[in-house]
């Protein structure tokens, strides 16, 4: 029961997310590029005031999956390359925390490129 418990909540975080986003598109003019960046940055400011972990511990990955979490993994690790290397750590940091899901997103999405056959709308 615990383990239903814990994934209704992260189900809920990250359907929220997903409904903010969509409530954002229907209300506003802001269009899905302009959303997805207010989301990353919303993540980024999320951790650099430190409130992002609090919210991580509690919703898990309904909060690390959508672009929150990247803006958030981007900062955390130009803050931790700050102190290990300086200003120039600042760009390395972010880039090795952001690297290993790039890679994936790229490799997975060439996957699934590869065994998908292409269609023109009509």
Do not use: H, W
């Not at 975080?13 to 409904?19: A, Q």
């Not at 609090?54 to 700050?82: N, Q």
Request: aromatic share 10%.
């Amino acid at each position: 029961m615990e383990y239903f418990i814990q994934y209704l909540i992260v189900f809920a975080i990250g359907g929220g997310i997903c409904v903010l986003g969509q409530i954002l598109i229907n209300l506003t003019k802001m269009t899905s590029a302009k959303i997805l960046v207010t989301f990353l940055l919303l993540g980024v400011v999320l951790q650099a005031v430190g409130v992002f972990d609090v919210i991580r511990d509690f919703a898990k990955a309904g909060v690390t999956v959508p672009i929150i979490g990247f803006g958030a993994t981007l900062t955390k690790g130009a803050m931790e390359g700050i102190k290990d290397k300086g200003l120039l750590g600042a760009f390395l940091g972010s880039i090795e925390a952001g690297a290993a899901g790039l890679a994936a997103a790229i490799f997975f999405g060439f996957i699934v490129a590869i065994c998908s056959r292409a269609r023109t709308k009509t």
